[in-house]
């Protein structure tokens, strides 16, 4: 099975914008949907970007998602940060043996 | 509104099998096209897939617990379960089950329970 590989962490200031990475060890990035979750601490996992760039409804249009196929891996990038953003974030993404999580990037807003 | 809720042993004693089964409310299982998965989390770690599985039966494992994975699915209760036996201390974690947004695993987990942590000690 693949692998995504995230940055353990990232930290930036409130107001400003941090970027997430998630890169595909085989396998197109392109070949399955990648999703995001943010995971506050003592918390449920929640979708913030699906389908690579979706943005379901009630999320803050400040989250984006893309998808790169020269680097094969996807972003996640959250603008005007706030200090409720503070929090895990996870990729996830799919092939024929199944699904596959990312090892998480811890976000620190600072 | 679509509930979760997982039941099952909160102890389990190295060597033996971990059961859980996940009460769906709000929505039947065989009536709308979804998935249903199993998630968990290592205290202090990262999410880990352990499967998914459709009303019909059709499951998928996750390739490094597939020998030790059972999911099924039980339509008169609305509910999916899980077992994994041969337990150790690593399968220690809070455990989640969620639904999946669409008619494959490809579609992200719409809906997850509020996770029960699992202890394997003896």
């Known amino acids: 099975n693949f692998l995504l590989t995230q940055p353990h962490s990232v930290s930036e200031s409130p107001g400003k914008t941090v970027t997430i990475s998630c890169t595909r060890s085989?396998?197109?990035?392109?070949?399955?949907?990648v999703h995001w979750y943010q995971q506050r601490p003592g918390s449920v996992p929640t979708i913030v970007i699906s389908?690579?760039?979706?943005?379901p409804s009630g999320v803050p249009d400040r989250f984006s998602g893309s998808i790169d196929s020269s680097s094969n891996s996807a972003s996640l990038t959250v603008s005007g940060l706030k200090t409720e953003d503070e929090a895990d974030y996870y990729c996830?993404?799919?092939?024929?043996?199944?699904?596959?999580f990312g090892g998480g990037t811890k976000l620190t807003v600072l | 509104q679509l509930q979760l809720q997982e039941s099952g042993p909160r102890l389990v004693r190295p060597s033996e099998t971990l059961s859980l089964t996940c009460t769906v409310s709000g929505a039947s299982i065989s009536s709308t096209n979804h998935f249903w998965g199993w998630v968990r989390q290592p205290p202090g770690k990262g999410l880990e897939w352990i499967g998914s599985v459709h009303y019909s039966g059709n499951t998928y494992q996750n390739p490094s617990l597939k020998s030790r994975v059972t999911i099924s699915v039980d339509t008169s209760k609305d509910q999916f379960s899980l077992k994994l036996t041969s337990v150790t201390a690593l399968d220690t974690a809070v455990y989640y089950c969620a639904r999946h947004h669409g008619e494959t695993p490809e579609y992200f987990f719409d809906s997850w329970s509020q996770g029960t942590l699992v202890t394997v000690s003896s």
């Open positions: 389908e690579n760039y979706q943005r």
């Open positions: 996830q993404s799919y092939d024929s043996r199944g699904l596959v």
């Open positions: 085989s396998g197109a990035i392109a070949s399955s949907y």
